[in-house]
């Protein structure tokens, strides 16, 4: 409604002597009101009720009744009174102000006060509408121009405030905390902006390299031009995390510029082909540790005279994920020229490899490993219990890191047999969807392992026969020792095992902790982790609805996946 009141000088008074009166009498006067009228009006509503179109006062005035009904006001006046004393029981009635106020559209050239400053003013087409208090009213032009550059500010704020959540929720996402960056970060992002320039940055630091490697891969800009930003004959690892844009030529130039490489990582390396394998063989004499994701052109005969190259025998790390093209014949070479000096082993995801028998070959060739992963397999009867408490056995004094991902044909035998006897080194599990293994085996497993003094890594993600009595267990054996923790999808696991681990454990240690899929974790439990967790740093909560940011937890935990959390 319009905040204003129309000038109106008009005088209610007619001109003549009058008596005193009360203020009442007075006021009521002022706003046009009679209470000679009022009376009259009370008499004529107390007889319409009688039949008849008209009601008669002493004065003889016939007032139509439906004069009378029409009315807005509903007056009750105590009669009893003398004129002057009249007692009005009625709705307040509105000043000239007030029924401006109730008053929506107002025309051009209207005279209205500003609802800011008070000031006269006549309206306009380009007079500011405003609400304060549940009143609507108009501006004056001068406190219009003042509104409108607020308003104007206020959407500016509005979108840097956007662009901020929008920054730090992909922080959250990246597992970091949205800060300023250092000078020498934003001098990393400037060069990447114009890594086009390669030629001009002249010389970086190996360490720098690497950041700013890694954020072009990131960036989908790791190409054939700025690919030689990195190649260096003094450097010794080298790490390209997206080679989708590098072709065959550009490949070759690693082994041209950087021959003392022991390092080499190549991810998403579809354009790798058989002649780069066998340069890489001829050339990179220094290699130790090559790994290679997504080498889908490399046949079995370059793969097998790589292997037999004086650079594939040399190799103690060697790591091979997503290729259907290594066959069994392939990794029968690998075992019989590389398995005696393998430190390191990861096969993942490897489609062509379908032969039970080649697998029962490991543990006759495998001996010192360190770090083994046989993940993914192609069939699930590939990998038995058997063979992995066989490789266990042979590789107990030296295996530190055990990844067996969905290999679902493993049971509580391999915990119990395999791991518990043999696995005194082992600071780092991953069984993933293993659905076969239970409390009994985890249970027997972490009861009492005494040879093993703690895991620092341990992955049970959508081991959904768990329950709080295996979970509860494990956590007591390598409490102390533990770094990063997954349970995801554990969905057995009760709110129970929570209040028990806030009574006598703690987490010294813990900086990743990944519960998403745990339906009894909520605001309590995010509590109690963040105190038993004092170093506890990210803490994924994905699918659990109950999890708000009303948590009270501490200022430099990073909480990710809450369903209240938004952009």
């Known amino acids: 409604m319009p905040y204003g009141r129309r000038r109106n000088n008009t005088n209610t008074d007619e001109g003549g002597v009058k008596g005193p009166s009360s203020a009442l009498t007075s006021f009521l006067r002022e706003q046009g009101i ?40 509903e007056i009750k006046i105590n009669t009893g009174l003398d004129s002057d004393e009249e007692e009005v029981d009625y709705e307040k009635p509105l000043s000239k102000r007030q029924r401006l106020e109730q008053t929506v559209n107002v025309s051009s050239g209207t005279d209205l006060y500003c609802m800011e400053c008070d000031q006269d003013f006549t309206i306009s087409v380009y007079s500011k509408k405003m609400e304060r208090d549940g009143k609507i009213g108009y501006l004056c032009p001068s406190c219009s ?3 409108i550059r607020r308003e104007r500010l206020a959407k500016r704020h509005e979108i840097e405030a956007r662009r901020r959540r929008k920054k730090i929720a992909a922080a959250l996402l990246d597992k970091k905390q949205f800060k300023l960056p250092s000078l020498q970060d934003f001098c990393i992002n400037v060069i990447t902006e114009n890594i086009n320039s390669v030629e001009a940055l002249g010389e970086i630091g190996t360490h720098n390299k690497m950041k700013i490697c890694r954020i072009l891969a990131k960036n989908r800009s790791l190409n054939n031009k700025t690919i030689s930003l990195f190649l260096d004959g003094n450097t010794k690892k080298l790490e390209f995390w997206d080679c989708s844009k590098i ?11 950087c021959p003392n490489l022991e390092s080499l990582t190549l991810n998403m390396c579809g354009q790798l082909h058989n002649d780069n394998l ?58 019989e020229n590389c398995g005696n000096n393998l430190e390191s082993l990861t096969l993942s995801r490897l489609d062509s490899l379908d032969s039970k028998p080649v697998f029962d070959l490991l543990p006759h060739f495998l001996s010192s ?98 329950t709080d009595d295996s979970i509860y267990k ?21 709110k129970s095992l929570f209040s028990k681990l806030s009574r006598n454990t703690t987490f010294p240690l813990l900086t990743f902790l990944d519960m998403g899929f745990v339906r009894s974790v909520d605001d309590s439990v ?22 708000t940011e009303r948590a009270l937890i501490r200022e430099n935990l990073t909480v990710i996946g809450r369903q209240t959390d938004s952009i």
């Not at 039949?51 to 006062?57: L, M």
């Not at 790589?306 to 091979?320: A, P, R």
């Not at 659905?435 to 497993?445: E, N, R, S, Y």
Request: net charge negative; charged share 25%; proline share 2%.
């Open 145 to 147: 121009k003042i509104q």
């Open 526 to 547: 995010l509590a109690i982790l963040s105190r038993i967790c004092p170093k506890l740093e990210i803490l994924e909560v994905y699918g659990n609805n109950r999890c």
């Open 34 to 73: 009679s209470a000679e009228q009022i009376r009259l009006r009370y008499e004529q509503s107390k007889r319409q009720k009688e039949p008849g179109g008209t009601t008669e006062v002493e004065s003889g005035v016939e007032i139509p009744v439906e004069e009378v009904t029409n009315r807005d006001l």
């Open 369 to 466: 490993l360190k770090h083994l992963e046989i993940s993914y397999p192609h069939s699930k009867n590939l990998i038995d219990d058997d063979l992995i408490i066989n490789l266990l056995a042979v590789n107990c004094d030296s295996l530190e890191s055990l990844n067996l991902d969905r290999c679902s044909d493993l049971t509580d035998r391999f915990l119990t047999e395999g791991l518990k006897p043999f696995g005194s080194h082992i600071r780092k599990l991953s069984l993933t969807d293993l659905d076969q293994i239970d409390d009994a085996g985890v249970g027997v497993l972490f009861d009492d392992w005494k040879i093993n003094g703690g895991l620092t890594d341990i992955n049970l993600e959508r081991c959904t026969l768990l």
């Open 247 to 257: 072709d065959k030529n550009s490949l070759d130039k690693i082994a041209v510029y």
């Open 278 to 335: 066998q340069y890489f063989g001829s050339k990179l004499n220094n290699l130790k540790s090559f790994h290679l994701n997504g080498p889908f052109l490399i046949n079995d005969n370059a793969w097998q005279s790589f292997f037999e190259s004086k650079v594939g025998k040399n190799l103690k790390q060697f790591t091979l994920i997503n290729t259907h093209r290594f066959s069994n014949d392939s990794l029968v070479c690998l075992l």
């Open 474 to 494: 494990m956590l007591s054996h390598s409490s102390e020792t533990l770094v990063r923790l997954k349970l995801n999808s554990v969905k057995l696991i009760s």
